[in-house]
């Protein structure tokens, strides 16, 4: 799931939850004994405005809640919320119909016909373990066969954090996009449904193999990675989720880590800049937490061309640093 745990902080896999998971935002109950989330959370600021960036999980538990007060506050003083991709898009179902028409096999072969024999048996034999959860997200289980490997590899990840507890309706882009319309809080999307799914369709035919037999073969051992990289962001560890991550999909995925996290992180940045120059008000930007760590993230970029940045973090120690990866 090595590929996968890339997409999921980098916030391509909110698009595969959203898209797979249409149902309203759930109301998690509070689990006042456990410690909230320290958060990934920093203030970039100029002169007269400011935009707080929340590095987001996007599949989250009950107990995950409540957030930190340090988030609350940001959320209180941002006048608007801006995400990946609009809750408007993300709640709508066509989303999930134009993924599965870009993920569809169009030369009237089957998945099997791209795999290993070794591969194939595999995923036969998950499909048959697994088939109960994947008619409840609405996927029939042969009907993966009509799929190209990046989809059924997402679908096979998908199914194994929800399997952990995992929830897409109550990760931090549901919690925000739902606490935003009840505050009457306008929302935005940096790009749009279409650029993330040709994200993952672009993704050559070498890196959706390895992806799909990563999540075959990783489904116990990717369960206790997932469970450490949570973990992880409920501690707030920068260094943590940088150093036990990246440095491996950097050499194993050099290409698309460029494309989906390098390139992005680029353009937003120049998006976050031009808000900050010529819009008065504060933004809460809610982003994957990959988009915000390491020289290649938003923060770091937004630092070097001048901005004032400090971590907002009154759990950590030496609070109101910007972590430094």
Known sequence: MRAVRLLLFTGILALATAAHSQAPAAKPEAAPAKAPPVPLLWKVSDADNAVYVLGSFHMLKPDDYPLSKDVDAAFADAERVVFELSPEEMASPTLGVQMGQAAMRTDGTTLDSELTPEVAAKLKAWISANTEHLQKSGIPAQALQMFEPWFSGLMITLTEMGKMGLDPKLGLDAH???????????????????????????????????????ALDESEEGRTEMEKLHRQWREGDERGIWEGMVAEMQVEYPKLYQRINVERNDTWVGQIAQR?????????????????????????????????????????EGAGESGKN
Request: aromatic share 4%; hydrophobic share 40%.
């Open 176 to 214: 925000f996009a739902a606490a935003a319309k009840q505050a009457g809080k306008p929302t935005e999307g940096l790009e749009t449904g279409a650029q993330q799914i040709a994200f993952l369709d672009g993704m050559s035919k070498d890196e959706q193999l390895q992806m799909l037999a990563e």
């Open 276 to 316: 900050l120059e010529t819009d008065k008000d504060d933004t809460l930007l809610v982003v994957g937490a990959l988009h915000t760590l390491g020289k290649d993230g938003v923060v770091h970029k937004l630092k070097a061309r001048g901005y004032t940045v400090e971590r907002i973090c009154s759990a950590c």
